[in-house]
């Protein structure tokens, strides 16, 4: 339904910031939810964050406070402002799209993930 690329992953230090956007195209952007999720080595992919049509935001609680989902309706983009960055955020995140009517997390496009690594 919706092509997702992201970007902005890469090495960092623990303590440091790296913002991740994703870039939608094939769909009407501001109907979609927006949600970032990750994939830790040796574990399954969680939700980290999502954002509705209106801009609302809901974090999981081990990146409330840290990190940052924001969309831009107007360039079809999703941003992940992540701080304050420990070597446990090292994961692959992926950018989601949920076009259903409800958004309750019918995530139903991804994208291929970009990769965040913290280091002490």
């Known amino acids: 339904l919706v092509q997702l690329v992201e970007s ?4 960092v230090q623990a303590g440091g910031s790296l913002t991740l956007s994703c870039a939608a195209s094939g769909y009407t952007y501001s109907r979609l ?4 999720f ?3 080595p040796g574990k399954e992919r969680e939700e980290v964050a999502r954002i509705d049509r209106d801009g609302s935001p809901t974090y999981a609680d081990s990146v409330k406070g840290r990190f940052t989902i924001s969309r831009d309706n107007a360039k ?3 941003n992940l402002q992540m701080s304050s ?13 949920d ?3 409800f958004c309750r997390g019918s995530w139903d496009s991804w994208g291929q993930g970009t990769r965040v690594t913290v280091s002490l």
């Open 38 to 40: 990750r994939q830790r």
């Open 99 to 101: 076009s259903t009517v």
């Open 33 to 36: 939810c927006m949600g970032w």
């Open 76 to 78: 079809s983009t999703l």
């Open 85 to 97: 960055l420990q070597p446990e955020d090292t994961a692959m995140y992926y950018c989601a799209a």
């Open 8 to 11: 902005g992953g890469g090495s």
